[in-house]
């Protein structure tokens, strides 16, 4: 059969057999893509890899945002985001996020919304958990300096995507009051983007307002250096977790055991969830449920798991 007709992902035993027939089995493409705290959370399987396979393979990166990858050694990188793609057929390759209809059947055994954020990558590529000395995220630091004193700030990123994970206007706005008044400096901080993720519209008077003038590794830089982060269930989590950042978060549409990571060799180091509740308590995730299960809307219940506004801003300056 023509390797050009069959998928580059199929199941493991044929993909690898294709593979070695072709004689690229040691030539492997890990693939990433997906939200940027996907792509994030996929870097210590990236690690894993290079560090488990390096010597014996040949290993290669295609990414929509390599530049959170910038620090590990790749034979080439594919940059997504510009239009390069690279041959499947020159390649064993490795997804670390599969779409629920992928012919790998992943989703049958595991779902992305009930897996741990760092766990399901390295299922997806490499059928393991990895060791937990090796699950800590690690990014580059590309040194971006603020013209502003850090010691005295409150980073927020307020956050825009599903509804199950937007909070209103008013709570931001209140958590941000809260800061200014109690002398602490609030630095707002996120990107908009297409796909309609970005950060709610948040009064910015006395604010630091830094949306959409960071770059990436401008954000995760800052948050290498700042002392509290407030967010909901969004990338900068995934970005302040390689820092000493205390991190306050309310987690609402994914259980904050699945949001959470290791840090400095323990358990959710410095993070602390917020929230009164979320679509757990709500759903039901037997597997022989009929109808799939979306976190995506959770109508009138995501007001009751919000936190006091007043309270989360008063957490986060007692970190200062």
């Not at 492997?28 to 690690?47: M, N, S, V």
């Not at 927020?156 to 400096?185: C, M, Y």
Request: include cysteine; charge should be negative.
């Amino acid at each position: 059969m023509d390797s050009l007709q069959i998928p580059a992902m199929m199941l493991p035993g044929f993909r690898t057999t294709l593979a070695v027939q072709n004689g690229v089995e040691k030539n492997l493409l890990f693939r990433t893509w997906g939200g940027l705290g996907d792509q994030i959370c996929a870097e210590p399987t990236l690690r894993y890899a290079i560090n488990t396979f390096k010597g014996r393979c040949k290993i290669s990166l295609e990414s929509e945002r390599p530049e959170f990858f910038q620090h590990l050694e790749f034979e080439k990188v594919y940059d997504l985001s510009k239009g390069q793609k690279a041959n499947p057929d020159k390649y064993l390759t490795f997804e670390t996020i599969t779409p629920p209809n992928d012919t790998n059947l992943v989703w049958q055994f595991f779902s992305h919304m009930l897996t741990n954020c760092v766990d399901f990558p390295s299922m997806c590529a490499l059928r393991l958990t990895l060791p937990i000395a090796d699950k800590e995220v690690r990014l580059h630091d590309v040194g971006y300096k603020p013209e502003f004193d850090l010691g005295n700030a409150v980073i927020i990123h307020a956050g825009r995507h599903w509804q199950s994970k937007t909070f209103p206007k008013e709570f931001w706005d209140s958590v941000v009051n809260e800061v200014l008044h109690h002398q602490a400096i609030p630095v707002l901080i996120g990107g908009n983007a297409d796909d309609n993720r970005g950060t709610v519209d948040v009064d910015t008077r006395e604010c630091i307002d830094l949306r959409n003038k960071l770059s990436l590794m401008e954000t995760v830089s800052l948050l290498k250096q700042s002392k509290v982060l407030l967010t909901n269930d969004s990338s900068p989590l995934h970005m302040a977790v390689d820092s000493d950042a205390w991190i306050g978060f309310v987690a609402t549409c994914k259980h904050p055991d699945h949001i959470g990571h290791w840090r400095r060799g323990e358990w959710m180091w410095r993070m602390v969830n917020h929230g009164k509740g979320g679509i757990w308590d709500i759903m039901d995730y037997c597997p022989n449920v009929e109808n799939e299960v979306s976190a995506e809307n959770v109508g009138d219940h995501l007001e009751k798991w919000l936190p006091d506004p007043k309270e989360f801003a008063k957490w986060g300056i007692s970190k200062l």
